[in-house]
């Protein structure tokens, strides 16, 4: 156990952990689907190529092992984009497995083979099908013309040498033995993942993991080598448990978007999945956190979708606080020389661990501790008259008081 591991278990009553915390015995992984399934949200603006790229980058730094590049069945411009993407994956030689959705039409699967030809590199054909009986009943489909589809298509895979990822869409609504059949098909065919959706947010942690235990008893009753993946949308809030709920069932990759952007109101978000998965103690070594700050800046600007000021560790309120008493407990432990402590008095993420650090800010609920700290950090002298004007400034304020602000009352007061 390490120095600071001592430290916490002294410092920290983790009630988290009263039962023994949670193991999972396997490496997991990700896939990242900001660039594709992410771009579906109503509200975003489509990035450049140039942009697309930038991400892609981040992505690989933080250690994300694979991403859906996109689905090149739309059109023209997305084979161009998936194309210059993944060449850029091949010519940076970046640790990345691109993956690229299409429906289980013949239409959508050929452009991808044809890209991976004219690139040389694997794509995995994430192909997907609807499985609810309320999407069947909606699109006047039968099982028997799915199981055709699904069959030519993983046909032309096969012969195409593609390695395929078999999703079921609104799996979370649908009949097992409808599901059954559909994925003991593509198992039979080849398929090394299968991938089991939320589409429409409608799981508990609880339906997640009773699905995912379905999938892992599948799996073992076909006596193939066949991995399982998890797709969760965030329409009940629930996009973040049900991820971890179906990797305690058995899942060994979960998807995700930068900021939790996509369809509606979006993916499972990416960024706040790998900070808990970290601090439940279950983030493999090779996930670099302090590449999260830029990564959701990137896809926020690029996208044109704002962070939230209150957003859980990325926003701009996450490590931030003018209250007198929480700042005092941060400052106390700043003067003691001792970040590891700064990092956690007054907060359950660690601020350096994922980039980020603790400011003191000044406002109505500020003491003068917090004026004091404030202009010592900027090395000013913090005269009592100096103090005592930025004090009752903030006491006067609505809100907390602005670094020009601030340095305007010190101007002032040298007067």
Not at 41 to 49: A, D, G, L, Y
Not at 203 to 209: I, L, M, Q, R, Y
Request: net charge negative; glycine share 8%.
């Amino acid at each position: 156990m390490s120095d600071a591991q001592d430290l916490e278990r002294k410092l920290i009553y983790d009630w988290n952990t009263v039962n023994g915390g949670w193991e999972l015995g396997r490496e997991i992984h990700f896939d990242d689907e900001t660039l594709r399934d992410g771009l579906q949200s109503p509200s975003v603006h489509s990035p450049t190529i140039e942009e697309k790229i930038r991400i892609l980058h981040l992505i690989a730094q933080i250690g994300i092992d694979s991403l859906d590049v996109g689905l090149p069945g739309a059109g023209p411009h997305v084979v161009k984009h998936v194309t210059a993407l993944v060449k850029e994956i091949r010519d940076q030689k970046l640790d990345l497995r691109p993956n690229c959705a299409a429906r289980t039409l013949l239409a959508d699967i050929e452009p991808i083979a044809q890209i991976s030809q004219e690139v040389g590199v694997k794509i995995e054909v994430s192909m997907f099908v609807g499985s609810s009986e309320i999407r069947k009943y909606t699109e006047d489909w039968d099982l028997d013309s799915m199981m055709r589809n699904s069959e030519e298509s993983l046909k032309f895979c096969q012969k195409e040498d593609l390695p395929v990822m078999y999703v079921t869409e609104d799996t979370t609504r649908a009949h097992p033995d409808t599901i059954e059949k559909l994925y003991g098909l593509a198992i039979d065919y080849g398929a090394k993942r299968i991938c089991f959706c939320d589409t429409v947010g409608h799981s508990t942690p609880e339906g997640a993991f009773n699905l995912i235990t379905f999938a892992t008893d599948l799996v073992k009753k076909k006596g193939r080598d066949v991995l399982i993946d998890w797709h969760g949308h965030s329409d009940r809030g629930l996009g973040i448990w049900n991820s971890i709920a179906a990797l305690r069932a058995g899942a060994d990759r979960i998807h995700g978007c930068a900021l939790g952007i996509g369809e509606r109101v979006g993916n499972a978000p990416m960024d706040l999945m790998l900070v808990n998965l970290k601090l439940l103690g279950l983030l493999p070594d090779r996930i670099d956190l302090r590449v999260l700050p830029e990564y959701v800046e990137t896809v926020s600007r690029c996208c044109r979708v704002p962070i939230p000021t209150n957003y859980p560790v990325f926003g701009s309120d996450a490590f931030e606080t003018g209250t007198g008493v929480h700042a005092a407990a941060v400052i106390k432990a700043l003067r003691k020389g001792d970040d590891w402590l700064a990092n956690r008095v007054y907060s359950g993420v660690p601020a350096d661990e994922v980039g980020r650090e603790q400011k003191i800010r000044v406002g109505p609920m500020s003491g003068k501790s917090n004026v004091l700290y404030w202009l010592e950090k900027r090395g000013l002298d913090a005269t009592d008259a100096r103090v005592e004007r930025i004090f009752q400034a903030a006491k006067e304020s609505p809100r907390l008081l602005t670094d020009e602000e601030i340095l305007h009352l010190v101007d002032e007061s040298s007067n």
